[in-house]
């Protein structure tokens, strides 16, 4: 959508208000990104909004963000450590598994309720106007609260086994914003498609634990051939998690030319998400 703004002829000693007449998007889709800056404020109170409804009514509260990884941790350690004996790179599992689990629980979270959230929303999306970009966008920054508070137990558990950060720390927000843009990419594509087809909500559930295993969470990227390592590099997420463990532990798989790939992969999902988003913005009303 378009706007332009119409000022209105007043009675004297009157302000004349000022009237936004919005447009639909004529040719090219254009991304209008301009708008989230103009809207910030409904984008925190969306986020705040997910928070809070979150944890309400729940006995744990926020210790379900440590509860979560901390399960997925000792189920993984038993099926791919005490069952399948794979390699750790000699760091303790269950701080090799939970440094992966980190940005995974983000990215598995984001792509969830991002998939979701139009249909989510779908009262405040027929009743008034806004981008509606901002709605999976808040739903992926809802979960960084979940994230920080997985961070702080994983240093937790690092000083425990007595193992210090290492220098290359300071890579750990670029690996971040990765996950971030490759979980907003894939889940603008997924809300845009819930909105005309609700078989994406059965779906997800299915895609978010075949993209588990296709990511070295419970196991090294060292255990995949060499000649599959271009197609695995195609896994933006697979960048992510072997980025964090070297950035957090130094592990020895430390991020090389095919993170390039996996770059590539995200904005590509990225750019392609927001103009398909963008695409089918104007039917959603209509639709949903």
């Known amino acids: 959508m378009t706007e332009s703004t119409v000022t209105t002829h007043p009675e004297p000693n009157k302000i004349a208000p000022a009237v936004v007449v919005l447009h639909p998007t004529k040719g090219r889709v254009a991304l209008n990104l301009r708008d989230l800056w103009y809207y910030r404020e409904l984008i925190y109170f969306l986020t705040w909004r997910d928070i809070k409804v979150r944890y309400k009514q729940t006995i744990l509260g926020a210790g379900w963000a440590i509860l979560q990884p901390l399960i997925n941790m000792i189920v993984l350690s038993i099926i791919f450590g005490n069952l399948a ?49 901002i709605i999976p966008l808040s739903s992926v920054l ?58 994406v909500g059965y779906i997800l559930p299915f895609l978010t634990q075949f993209w588990l295993l296709v990511t070295p969470v419970a196991y090294s990227s060292s255990e995949i051939p060499e000649k ?31 993170m390039g790939v996996s770059i590539l992969v995200a904005l590509i999902l990225l750019v392609s998400g927001l103009y398909y988003f963008r695409y089918m913005e104007t039917t959603f009303a209509d639709t949903i």
């Open 85 to 133: 004996n794979l390699s750790t790179e000699g760091f303790p599992r269950p701080i090799f598994t939970f440094s992966a689990l980190l940005p995974w629980g983000l990215f598995a979270k984001a792509l969830s309720d991002t998939g979701r959230s139009m249909l989510a929303n779908r009262n405040m999306i027929t009743k008034i106007y806004f981008p509606r970009l």
């Open 142 to 199: 809802g979960g960084l609260i979940d994230f920080a508070i997985a961070l702080l137990v994983l240093l937790g558990m690092m000083v425990y086994y007595g193992i210090m950060p290492t220098t290359a720390i300071w890579a750990l927000p670029l690996f971040l914003l990765l996950a971030v843009a490759t979980a907003l990419g894939v889940g603008l594509w997924l809300s845009a498609l819930n909105v005309k087809y609700r078989d």
């Open 228 to 258: 599959f390592q271009f197609l695995y590099a195609l896994n933006p997420m697979a960048g992510v998690v072997e980025g964090f463990r070297w950035a957090l532990l130094g592990s020895a798989t430390a991020p090389g030319e095919l």
